[in-house]
């Protein structure tokens, strides 16, 4: 479903990605597994087409997105999460979730993002920055549910979260994937990726150095927590 | 009493064009992250498109208020497109290299044709005189510019707040690159967007010519306290530049009327304020720190 293959990145002089290669299946949830500044955040921001300086190949089903603008990549169902939550401040709940266009053949209505978070319906009108943390990621994942997006990017969706907010959202996103969407998401937190994931990547400077199947998880939980600095 | 509700009233009437003018420019900024040195330029073709327009082929002033708008629209838009969408991701230099030269072009190319002698454009008929307000007269020309003004002010509020294309246009503005990854295409509203602003300044170069002198120079003037509008509304805040234009017009009235003793004060308190702002909330009034994506 989504294939990257020798994806180099740079900012400015500095290289950040070198020759990244991944797969993600369609249906499956893959988490991406590095320290600070390995390249996650920035493999994703590739994917989505906002990173300006990058080589190598994207592609979407088969087909390569080549240097396709990220409106026109999140038409075809990339649906983008970012680490910061990307909630706009002049825009109500609402407004933050009937936004973008439909994208995919199974959106969400209002209703029922409004029925799976009641704290979102009852803030609906208020700006989506006065939201707490755990309600403005919620909102964040809702969008892009609201959307149809078929393949969700999600840059750490758990990072600051309290313990219940991040059951909350391998929730979301273990029902996400039993309605057949794709999630490739940058973790650091490697309990909650280990619960959602089908499969990890290690991204090490740059690099795609390692990859595992979830059930290898436990007898790799060294080389894992080496990556992850830990 | 009655000097201050007049001085008050006077500087409502120059928050007006400041309201006007800002608007313009936070929008454009929003929008484009370009820094519009030749507004004041459109500005004073507003005021020139009238007297021009009335001059030569005897518009008259409620023609120009709608034609003129409108050209200076088509055209700002063509600049945007021959000129202005080239300085995306470039230094934000080269954005001030380039309006503030659009600037001198567009005065020069009005000091050729007319020279830089003020033109007299008279008040419409309708609107001459004054209104009575109990304590104090006032011309009725002003009220008007006040009225109207404020009218655009809260029409532009209702499109940006009420409709499908404000939305676009508020999530642009504050997060561009985060709209287009959600599927919207941005770019499709830059022109119009930098159009509208053009529009907004060529309407307040239009209701000033009967109140200001008419010169190629009356923007340049007048821009430098915009900008200072601008930032204490917080760059890019719509509804902060609306209310730091109105609000510094009065504070601007009140120093001439009650700080004459001290005019160094006086001539500077925008810039005073500015700074006591800028201390105090470095992201202006009722602006925030640039979002990240």
Redesign the interface.
């Known amino acids: 479903m989504l294939r990257i293959e020798n994806l180099s990145a740079w900012y400015g002089e500095a290289q950040v990605l070198r020759d990244a290669g991944l797969h993600v299946d369609p249906g499956e949830v893959v988490t991406l597994v590095g320290r600070n500044g390995a390249g996650k955040s920035t493999l994703l921001r590739c994917v989505?087409?906002?990173h300006?300086g990058w080589r190598g190949s994207v592609e979407l089903d088969g087909t390569a997105l080549g240097n396709l603008?990220?409106?026109r990549?999140?038409?075809r169902g990339l649906g983008?999460v970012?680490d910061?939550r990307?909630s706009?401040?002049?825009?109500t709940v609402t407004?933050n979730l009937?936004?973008?266009?439909t994208?995919g053949p199974d959106p969400w209505s209002l209703e029922r993002v409004y029925e799976a978070f009641p704290a979102l319906y009852q803030r609906r009108n208020s700006a989506a920055t006065t939201l707490s943390g755990g309600e403005q990621q919620m909102l964040a994942l809702a969008?892009v549910l609201r959307?149809g997006a078929r393949v969700l990017l999600c840059d750490e969706p758990t990072e600051g979260l309290a313990p219940l907010l991040v059951q909350q959202v391998g929730d979301l996103l273990r029902e996400a994937k039993r309605h057949g969407v794709t999630v490739l998401l940058v973790e650091q937190n490697l309990r909650f990726a280990t619960s959602v994931a089908d499969r990890h990547y290690l991204l090490a400077e740059g690099r795609v150095t390692a990859a595992m199947e979830n059930s290898e998880v436990r007898s790799r939980e060294r080389e894992l927590l080496s990556y992850l600095g830990i | 009493m009655t000097a201050f509700l007049q001085s008050t009233f006077n500087g409502l009437v120059s928050g007006a064009f400041y309201a006007l003018l800002a608007l313009g420019l936070a929008v454009i900024f929003g929008m484009l992250r370009v820094v519009n040195f030749a507004h004041g330029a459109f500005y004073m073709l507003g005021a020139f498109g009238a007297y021009v327009l009335l001059a030569e082929a005897g518009v008259p002033f409620w023609v120009a208020l709608a034609v003129v708008p409108l050209a200076l629209a088509l055209l700002g838009m063509a600049l945007e497109r021959a000129f202005i969408h080239r300085l995306t991701?470039l230094d934000p230099l080269y954005n001030f290299l380039l309006t503030f030269g659009l600037t001198l072009i567009l005065q020069d190319l009005v000091k050729l044709r007319y020279g830089v002698q003020s033109s007299p454009y008279e008040v419409p008929a309708g609107l001459r005189g004054s209104v009575d307000f109990g304590l104090f007269d006032f011309p009725t020309y002003r009220v008007f510019i006040l009225g109207f003004a404020v009218a655009v002010c809260v029409g532009v509020w209702w499109a940006l707040a009420r409709t499908r294309v404000g939305?676009?246009v508020?999530?642009a503005?504050?997060?561009p690159?985060?709209?287009?990854?959600?599927?919207?295409?941005?770019?499709r509203w830059i022109t119009p967007v930098f159009g509208f602003g053009i529009a907004l300044a060529g309407l307040a170069g239009v209701l000033a010519a009967p109140m200001r002198a008419v010169n190629p120079l009356m923007g340049a003037d007048l821009i430098i306290v915009v900008f200072a509008v601008v930032v204490i509304g917080g760059l890019g805040s719509i509804f902060g530049s609306v209310a730091a234009g109105f609000g510094i017009g009065m504070v601007q009235a009140w120093a001439e009327a009650y700080l004459s003793a001290f005019p160094i004060v006086a001539q500077t308190i925008v810039f005073i304020v500015m700074a006591a702002v800028l201390l105090w909330r470095p992201a202006g009034l009722f602006g925030?720190a640039e979002?990240?994506?």
């Open positions: 989505m087409g906002l300006p603008s990220a409106d990549r999140a038409r983008w970012p910061d990307g706009y401040a002049t825009l407004e009937t936004l973008p266009p994208v969008r959307m | 991701r939305m676009v508020r999530a503005t504050e997060r690159e985060l709209t287009r990854a959600l599927g919207i295409n941005v770019g925030r979002a990240p994506a």
